[in-house]
């Protein structure tokens, strides 16, 4: 995914928590090519806890499902 991209929405600052909502999004790259149809957006949220200005935690909420369907159909050629 060489174009993955994370797109927030909005944010909720604590202390030491972050919570980011929005969107990840990118590009399965078959045979290094970018094609639309490998091209996915789904919504998402992460966590982060931070310490002495250094993230200590990180977590992604997120429903995987349609990148790993679209990594199921774009094999590499000789793949099974």
Do not use: C
């Amino acid at each position: 995914m060489p174009d993955y991209r994370i797109h927030v929405d909005w944010k909720l600052l604590g202390d030491e928590v972050v919570g980011l909502f929005g969107r990840a999004s990118g590009t399965y790259a078959v045979g290094g090519e970018l094609s639309d149809e490998n091209r996915w957006e789904i919504p998402a949220a992460w966590r982060a806890v931070v310490r002495d200005g250094l993230v200590a935690e990180w977590q992604v909420y997120a429903d995987n499902k349609p990148v790993y369907d679209i990594m199921s159909r774009g094999r590499e050629p000789g793949e099974s």
